[in-house]
């Protein structure tokens, strides 16, 4: 199992900026893909981005040009640099990791996009 702590949400004007982190502890060495899913009220939760461990990286076409994922595999610790933000991107944004059998998620952070 992998456990997940989220920080760095918050409430952003539009246009500002926004960087979530995602420490990972416990079976580390078992996940090969980690990401970052958010869910808005009333919404399903959609993909916002992931990076396999090989460095690829997708990300959703909402947030191509805006949004960049990143990890820094000492710290085991995932990163999700947030630009020019819009009152679209308002959700609850959830850390995942993929351990093959099994998929991990953190808590869940707030952010809010609003002037």
């Known amino acids: 199992q992998v456990q997940l702590v989220e920080s760095g949400g918050g409430l952003v004007q539009p246009g500002g900026s926004l960087r979530l982190s995602c420490a990972a502890s416990?079976?580390?060495?078992?996940?090969?893909?980690m990401g970052w899913y958010r869910q808005a009220p009333g919404k399903q939760r959609e993909l916002v981005a992931n990076?396999?461990?090989?460095?690829?990286?997708n990300y959703a076409d909402s947030v191509k040009g805006r949004f960049t994922i990143s990890r820094d595999s000492a710290k085991n610790t995932m990163y999700l640099q947030m630009n020019s933000l819009k009152p679209e991107d308002t959700a609850v944004y959830y850390c995942?990791?993929?351990?093959?059998?099994?998929?991990?998620w953190g808590q869940g952070t707030q952010v809010t996009v609003s002037s």
């Open positions: 990076i396999h461990n090989s460095g690829r990286t």
């Open positions: 995942n990791a993929d351990r093959g059998w099994g998929t991990d």
């Open positions: 416990g079976s580390i060495s078992s996940i090969f893909l």
